[in-house]
């Protein structure tokens, strides 16, 4: 093994800050995949993967990801909560990575909120946003 330039060990350090930054540091919001049991099985796993990589292809580093537990809306599942400083949280309910993709355009591509996803029925009944208190 071929000893490691000052330079690689820079690139590696930015990584590692960037990285810790989606995780710890404030950002201009925070996007919380729920991932308990319920969500998995729903697709919580596709939902976020799809997050990160849009996260790394718009270079959204100042956009916090973060994975939670249940939060008993197991028939909603997956859902995904948006929080921004001085707002009030905003949850979207029975994701995909089509959906996520989109509202997270719309959230901090477009930096508009999501209105409702029409369903196939014509109800807005998936990847609705609801206001939280």
């Not at 909560?81 to 990575?97: S, V």
């Not at 196939?120 to 939280?132: A, L, M, T």
């Amino acid at each position: 093994m071929s000893p490691i330039s000052a330079d690689q060990l820079r690139k590696i350090k930015l990584k590692i800050q960037n990285e810790n930054a989606l995780r710890y540091g404030v950002g201009r919001a925070k996007v919380t995949v729920h991932m308990g049991t319920c969500g998995i099985a729903s697709g919580a796993r596709d939902v976020l993967e799809s997050l990160l990589v849009d996260i790394a292809q718009y270079k959204a580093t100042d956009v916090i990801v973060a994975v939670d537990d249940c939060v008993g809306l197991c028939e909603r599942e997956p859902l995904v909560t948006i929080l921004k400083p001085g707002q009030k949280p905003i949850e979207y309910e029975k994701m995909n990575p089509d959906k996520m993709r989109h509202v997270f355009k719309e959230h901090f591509i477009v930096t508009e909120i999501q209105e409702p996803v029409e369903g196939e029925s014509g109800q807005s009944n998936e990847g609705k946003r609801s206001q939280s208190n």
